[in-house]
């Protein structure tokens, strides 16, 4: 009994520290200023869509909305094939290699991003890649392809040697079987890792922060921070900004969340 009680309060927490923040973002793009400070979780006094008719209109998130989708699908979707290709070669490697191979990845999980700061921003200024989206995208690839590779090789590994082997014999080269064979299996895993992917890339403030100077290269979460003025914070445009980023994260949870789960549970249960 005290640990029911214990457990629905714990969640009712959670739960809270949730929903409080969601609500007043969600309801604070509908107000004015004056609500906001007076009224934070009150539903508005009138329903309008004035702070998205300012926020297209002055056109201060399209560009940075346009280029976090460039960043974000081409980070992903290089990632995800380089991650493939080694954890596929990890898989069906049987030799020592193979294995120094995947601790040399499960390193790169080790080392926190925040370490990587100074030599990355070092290295770009020389080659020229600050201000420039391709250079987000090689960030991109750099710091999440050892996670990218972790997860789908331990997929890999999970999948019948016998299949491959048969595969081989009937003349199948290594690429044949992993275009044809473990790439449709791995569709599960490869969703999986591609919306957690797609998550860090769209989110990510850091690096922007770093790299990014001129307007025209900012990605969304570097512009929401303009939306905080000096002396003074238009929490409605703010609310307003954050709300309209979130919709492809709410989009992508609504249309793949079977599988997200598909893909997190592929290869949990073995039969």
């Known amino acids: 009994m005290i640990y029911k009680i214990f457990k629905n309060t714990l969640l009712t927490i959670?739960?809270?520290?949730?929903?409080?923040?969601?609500?007043?973002?969600?309801?604070?793009?509908?107000?004015?200023?004056?609500?906001?400070?007076?009224?934070?979780?009150?539903?508005?006094?009138?329903?309008?869509?004035?702070?998205f008719r300012t926020l297209i209109e002055s056109g201060s998130v399209l560009t940075?909305?346009?280029?976090?989708?460039?960043?974000?699908?081409?980070?992903?979707?290089?990632?995800?094939?380089?991650?493939?290709l080694v954890a596929y070669a990890i898989a069906r490697s049987v030799t020592l290699s193979g294995k120094a191979l995947f601790a040399l990845f499960a390193l790169g999980l080790a080392i926190p991003g925040q370490v990587n700061i100074i030599p990355i921003f070092t290295l770009f200024t020389k080659l020229g890649l600050n201000n420039s989206l391709f250079g987000l995208v090689l960030v991109n690839i750099a710091l999440t392809l050892p996670i990218s590779v972790f997860i789908i090789s331990a997929f890999f590994r999970d999948l019948p040697k016998e299949m491959f082997e048969v595969a081989s014999i009937d003349g199948?080269?290594?690429w044949r079987v992993y275009r044809s064979i473990a790439m449709p299996l791995a569709r599960?895993?490869?969703?999986?890792?591609?919306i957690f992917l797609f998550v860090i890339c769209w989110n990510d403030l850091l690096y922007p922060l770093m790299l990014i100077n001129e307007l025209d290269k900012k990605t969304l979460p570097l512009t929401l921070i303009d939306y905080r003025g000096e002396f003074a914070t238009s929490y409605s445009m703010l609310f307003t900004a954050i709300l309209f980023a979130s919709i492809p994260m709410v989009l992508m949870y609504i249309f793949a969340q079977r599988s997200f789960i598909a893909g997190l549970t592929a290869g949990a249960v073995k039969g």
């Open 14 to 51: 959670f739960a809270a520290a949730v929903l409080v923040p969601s609500s007043i973002v969600v309801l604070g793009s509908f107000k004015k200023d004056v609500e906001i400070y007076t009224k934070p979780l009150a539903l508005p006094e009138t329903w309008n869509l004035d702070n």
């Open 64 to 84: 940075p909305f346009k280029n976090s989708v460039i960043v974000a699908v081409f980070s992903v979707f290089f990632t995800i094939l380089f991650a493939s």
């Open 172 to 174: 199948a080269n290594h």
């Open 188 to 194: 599960p895993a490869i969703g999986a890792t591609s």
